[in-house]
């Protein structure tokens, strides 16, 4: 046979060569006509929030209500995937997408039953018709091997495999082994145990057959025919599959995660394009949480809610939050965030305020306040108990929420001063006219449950505060932008919290004694003005609990207090968290001191004879300010008065007056506006004598004191029968400095001159105090009985 000439060997050698550059021409071509539909993954899952563990705690579907729950390969158990490649494509990896022998089984298969009952499809072919599906005709198969060729010459493997782990069938609308995996199995795919293994891989086979939830008998005879098959094949030991077999395939109903829900639309809100949302809660405490509070609610009148957020002191980061009592319960207006909400704080600012007039050294926690009646131009606050106290501690008047003393000492703090601190500090207050007043400390401005939340966790982390954490940071190990601010300084936060740890809990009487004891937690309630909000905010070692009980639509709940209404429920959630370990570390700086009243200032400071009360507690070293009452300036800096007295006699005298033998004395005055409220012999009548007979020249100096005329302390009056309206009294007062301004029971009634009557019916039963203060500062009170 004769031999080709070169010359045709070389036009055969051409001939092939642009064939076969036709015939890649002619697949590129195909391939930019009829490119890979490869999913956009910012469209392709359904967007998950999930918590601190991975757990999903609300899933929101895609356009066509499927959840993909987005899974990496590094993610899925390794079971999972030895089981699938033992099951669909054992030459995965040897393979160019296809397996000729595979399809010539499966014909033979086909053509002996008559019908389709194999397609020997691989992996990748699978891959290829899920996103391209086909018709299971020679024609669709035709399809399904070109686009499967086309798909390996675009991807590697793992990327093919990384696209079946997503896009697998499970049932319903359920695609994807993550999302099966919650779905049926509530657990992430990298903890699926050998026999969960073999049953979500055998699943996508036959998913209306095998689902667990529906057919766990024909699911499990599925899954023990491959864990067999598994073993045979040497992927899995013998024994290990004999363990598997004896489980039991047990499966939950597919049901959507549903928890979160308000912190969930809020963060979609923010990262619309993110597939999954890592937050910073704890699932089960969440959970828990959630079901509590509406059990809670369900107590509560009609038309009200509750919100309650769980926050780490040492991060920041929130580890529940529940913004309503029920997010489908239209009733209680479910779908508003109460911890987004802006509403009165009532007198939950007290405990700011009282730390930085201690930074400021303004008072001292055993520092002698003022609880009494008094004018603030057209402001007349009263107490929400009604009544007044008169001489308070500043920590029992922080402790007891005396509104008096508060609204005091904000008029010397300044209340610009105080608004523009607590928005420095990460609190920003929202008033009516922008212009902050004395009515801010008692709830007449604005805030949100998350800022009150964030600038209580100051007191458990010496001062500092920040906003809070919603979101895990992507990369482990990383904190993320947060910037510390200094709300307080670490003295008196620490101080704070410590009074308002010695708060007694509610029911604290009711516990059994022997009980063990439980972790010391600071804590403050509020009510806000019509008992339209009521808060209890607790700061412990460990956490800080914001808790708000009200109606969102602002309508006034009677008789929702901070401590009946939102204090119960503060205390059902600090009993469920972890322990605190040990106490918050007492900062240096803070000491015991020992305090002399009135004088306010350290007992060793003062002679036995001028300290007549004694208080003792934490304090700031080298900030012990003497007592000081805007009313009373004419006593002197620290309310020492100094006076010589006949030693004859011991009647006081002048410098003018001409005795033989005298001597000095100097007492400690209390305050003249708490003179009603102290023992006859801690008056000024009883400290400072009368002056000497011989002294003419002082006798002539008035001494008119306000004394309230007309009513005698203890007296009785009885309610007429069948009227509707009290006793009337009379009201009047003698010595006035300026204007009378009445009260009785701690609510204002009226403003007179001195000497003027003002008549007034006593609508109260019991014991009502009627108190009269003038412009001078001077406070005369009666108490009487009204049945």
Known sequence: MPQPLPLQIWQRRRRFWRMLLVLGLALVGLDRLFPLHLPDPSTLFA???????????????????????????????????????????????????????????????????????????????????????????????????????????????????????????????????????????HKPARDLTLAEAALLAVLPQAPSNYRPDRYPEQAQQARDKLLRRLARQGDWTAEAVAQALEEQVVAFPPRHPQHAPLLARR?????????????????????????????????????????????????????????????????????????????????TLKPFLYAMALDEGLIHPQSLLADVPRIWGAYRPDNFGQGFSGPVTAASALQRSLNLPAVDLLERFGPKRFAARLENGGLPLHIPGQIPNLAVILG????????????????????????????????????????????????????????????????????????????????????????????????????????????????????????????????????????DPLPIPRPEGVVRATICWPSGTPVQWLPDAQCPRRHEGWAIAGSLPPTWHPADQEAGRGGALSFRVASDTGLRIDP??????????????????????????????????????????????????????????????????????????????????GEVAWYVHGGFVARALSGEVVHHHLTLRGRVEIAAVDQGGQVDRVEVEVR
């Open 47 to 185: 967007q998950v929030v999930v918590d601190r563990q991975g757990i999903p705690l609300r899933a929101f579907a895609d356009a066509q209500g499927v959840w993909r729950y987005p899974v990496r390969l590094d993610d899925v158990s390794p079971h999972y995937i030895e089981a699938v490649l033992g099951y669909e494509d054992r030459r995965f990896y040897d393979h160019l997408g296809i397996n000729p022998l595979a399809l010539l089984r499966a014909a033979g298969q086909n053509l002996a039953a008559g019908r389709v009952v194999s397609g020997g499809s691989t992996l990748s072919m699978q891959v290829a018709r899920l996103l391209h599906p086909h018709s299971r005709t020679l024609w669709g198969k035709a399809i399904q091997i070109a686009r499967t060729l086309q798909l390996e010459a675009h991807l590697n493997k793992q990327e093919i495999l990384n696209l079946y782990l997503n896009l697998a069938p499970f049932g319903g609308t359920i695609e994807g082994v993550q999302a099966a995996s919650f779905t049926y199995l």
């Open 267 to 347: 963060l979609i809100a923010e990262h619309p394009q993110e597939a999954v949302i890592r937050t910073t809660l704890e699932g089960t405490l969440q959970q828990g949480l959630e079901e509590y509070v509406a059990q809670y609610a369900a107590t509560l009148p009609p038309h009200s809610s509750a919100a309650a957020l769980v926050v780490d002191n040492n991060t920041g980061e929130v580890r529940a939050y529940v913004g309503s009592a029920g997010f489908g319960d239209a009733e209680r207006f479910g779908h508003v965030d109460m911890i987004r909400a802006i509403r009165s704080p009532g007198s």
């Open 444 to 579: 007449g401005a604005g805030c949100r449950l998350e800022d009150l939340v964030a600038a209580y966790r100051a007191l458990a982390q010496g001062g500092t505060t920040g906003p809070l954490r919603f979101e895990k940071p992507e990369t482990p190990g990383q904190s993320g932008a947060f910037v510390e601010r200094r709300l307080l300084s670490p003295q008196s936060a620490w101080i704070v919290r410590e009074i308002l740890a010695e708060i007694p809990r509610p029911g604290a009487l009711s516990h059994a004694v022997g009980a063990a004891p439980r972790p010391a937690w600071g804590w403050k309630t509020g009510t806000s003005y019509g008992f339209r909000d009521a808060w209890a905010i607790g700061v412990g070692a460990l956490y800080t609990v914001g808790v708000w009980v009200g109606r969102p639509d602002g309508t006034p709940m009677p008789g929702n207090t901070g401590r009946n209404a939102a204090a119960p429920l503060l205390f059902a959630v600090t009993d469920h968290l972890d322990p």
């Open 656 to 737: 003018g007056c001409t005795v033989e033998h005298s001597q000095a004395r100097t007492v400690q005055l209390w305050p003249k506006v708490l003179e009603p409220w102290l023992p006859k012999g801690q008056r000024r009548a009883g400290l400072i004598p009368p002056f000497d007979p011989r002294c003419t020249a002082a006798l002539a100096q008035p001494t008119a004191t306000l004394k309230i005329v007309g009513i005698e302390p203890d007296s009785l009056f009885y309610r007429p029968g069948g009227m509707g309206e009290g006793p009337r009294i009379a009201l009047q007062a003698l010595g006035a400095v």
